[in-house]
């Protein structure tokens, strides 16, 4: 029962703003947590980071996984509720892409570049920049079963995109990997 966030752990991919996002996500759900992967920019961006965290009350929400081999972070993305990824710079994402490739759902901004480069891709949940009790609401939605659901990003047309943004090859392999998971 975990959210996924999954970047450089630096304030423009909106690293921040997980926290007030998941500090609102508290009052409406005990229990997720959301697991970071990546490394954080610098030891100041850390501390601020987990001083911050205990400020919200939220720490103990958190699970920090660091850097993690490919295997271990399609796994640990094929297992979440979502990716929460509110960045405020990126152009083409190719984190949302992974996301889809295995099935999870996105929640990001609605910015420009990942609007235009996902934008009628249904597995893909814009909310307004800074916007977080929307994104808390979907996130909210996402737990409770409404509105996004494996249907949404293993349809033909996001299972498209996927096989036409990636290496065909690793597209089969995490397909069937997820695939033999459930078996």
């Known amino acids: 029962n975990y959210l996924i966030y999954l970047s450089r752990l630096e304030p423009g991919k909106g690293l921040f703003d997980t926290l007030y996002i998941m500090r609102l996500v508290k009052k409406v759900n005990d229990s997720v947590k959301l697991m970071l992967v990546g490394d954080f920019k610098d030891l100041k961006t850390k501390e601020k980071f987990l001083r911050l965290a205990e400020k919200f009350h939220?720490?103990?929400?958190?699970?920090?996984?660091?850097?993690?081999?490919?295997?271990?972070?399609?796994?640990?993305?094929?297992?979440?509720?979502a990716l929460v990824f509110p960045t405020h710079v990126d152009n083409f994402p190719l984190v949302i892409l992974e996301s889809l490739t295995v099935g999870t759902p996105v929640l990001t901004y609605d910015i420009p570049g990942p609007r235009e480069a996902y934008r009628d891709i249904e597995g893909v949940h814009f909310v307004q920049e800074f916007d977080f009790d929307q994104m808390a609401q979907e996130i909210k939605r996402l737990l409770e079963g409404k509105e996004l659901n494996d249907s949404a990003t293993y349809n033909e047309?996001?299972?498209?995109?996927?096989?036409?943004?990636?290496?065909?090859?690793?597209?089969?392999?995490n397909i069937l990997e997820q695939i033999s998971s459930f078996l």
């Open 58 to 81: 939220v720490k103990d929400r958190i699970i920090y996984a660091g850097r993690v081999d490919e295997k271990t972070k399609f796994g640990l993305l094929s297992r979440a509720r």
């Open 157 to 173: 047309k996001t299972l498209k995109f996927v096989r036409d943004h990636t290496n065909k090859e690793l597209f089969k392999k």
